[in-house]
């Protein structure tokens, strides 16, 4: 009879932690920040970089803060990955792609919200530019210069600039509420080795982590991802993939084993924002609260 006892007694208790542990994931909160920060990555698996002697300055960032080692890519090739990141859908999985995307997407949510943003691309060969490839910059890495929201408004536009404005801004503290950063197609590990983009994440995200925001007291939020995995890996449409997080709030030294994808970096953004709504897939699935 005790025995029955200890054992119902055990359910009850373990029914109790799961059902208390819920509840606080239900109620964790992702902190407000002014600073939200998205690098993106080209191409790469998860094993291919984490743990790379190619990448020792991301590695460092994923060994200080927090990897999530259970996320990934939604598709092959990128374009569709891209679009998840600010539309919460894949659109389209062709990179030649020359149409306006219509749907709802981060910049209306962001406006909406009276917030600021920038895209800030590598190589774009001018301010407000929404034609295609030229050199190094590659138009389907960037997601803004097909949204209507953006092409349809002259004002919204002049937020499509390089990324040596991103230098200027960042160190006149004037970076907008989300800041959507497009190394070119070398420096982004598409084209050359991980090894040249780690360096170049080196000298130009090292700064931004110097910054105010991302110091002790401060809002910052980085997130470095790579946009999907390598051809051969198909895992959930895109493969597995590296997503480090990084700012004074976010955990030191965490692994995260939750599942996610991109439109749960997205759903994190804009509630970093402040914004309670959600284009696409980023409004039915969990943001990364386990990572604060």
Known sequence: MNTLKNTSY?????????????????????????????VLEENHSYSSVIGSSSMPYLNSLASKYTLATNYYANTHPSIGNYFMLTTGKIITNNDGYTGTVTVDNIVRRIMTAGKTWKSYAE??????????????YSKHHNPFAYLSDVVNSSNQRQNLVSFTQFKTDRDANQLPDYSFVIPNKCNDGHDCSLATA??????NIAPLLATAPFQTGGDGLLMIVFDESAMSDTAHGGGRVAMVVVGPKVKRGFR?????????A???ALKAMGISTYPGASGIVSSFTDMF
């Open 266 to 268: 997205l759903r994190t």
């Open 123 to 136: 190589s774009l060969p001018s301010t407000g530019y929404i034609g295609g490839d030229s050199g190094l």
């Open 10 to 38: 055990a359910r009850t208790f373990a029914f109790i932690t799961v059902f208390f542990i819920a509840s606080l994931s239900a109620f964790a909160q992702i902190p407000a920040s002014k600073h939200v920060v998205m």
């Open 198 to 203: 780690d360096a170049w994440l080196k000298t």
């Open 256 to 264: 995260s084993v939750a599942y996610y994808q991109h439109q749960s």
